[in-house]
Nanobody
Framework: QVQLGESGGGLVQAGGSLRLSCAAS????????MGWYRQAPGKQRELVAT???????DYADSLKGRFTISTDSAKNTVFLQMNSLKPEDTAVYYC?????????????WGQGTQVTVSS
């Protein structure tokens, strides 16, 4: 099993920045990649960004250039740097981990962290 612990959400004004963190624990050797998804009220959960152990990244097209995903040197913590935030970025952001041989989204989810962008 893998446990994911998120931090870094909060309230920010439009144009501001936030950095989310997610630390993985447990059977981390089984993790091929980690990522972020988000869910706004009344909408489906959607991909934000993913990164594999080899460093391969993927982003939602609409977020490229504003959001950056990265990991620490041990590849056990994933970060999401969010710049130039917009009110439409308001959502609960979920950390996700994918095992080897599985597709996105992976099997493991964090509890979610609220990001609210005020206009």
């Amino acid at each position: 099993q893998v446990q994911l612990g998120e931090s870094g959400g909060g309230l920010v004004q439009a144009g501001g920045s936030l950095r989310l963190s997610c630390a993985a624990s447990g059977s981390i050797f089984s993790i091929h990649g980690m990522g972020w998804y988000r869910q706004a009220p009344g909408k489906q959960r959607e991909l934000v960004a993913t990164i594999t152990r080899s460093g391969s990244t993927d982003y939602a097209d609409s977020l490229k250039g504003r959001f950056t995903i990265s990991t620490d040197s041990a590849k056990n913590t994933v970060f999401l740097q969010m710049n130039s935030l917009k009110p439409e970025d308001t959502a609960v952001y979920y950390c996700n981990a994918r095992r080897y041989g599985r597709n996105w989204p992976g099997d493991y989810w964090g509890q979610g962290t609220q990001v609210t962008v005020s206009s």
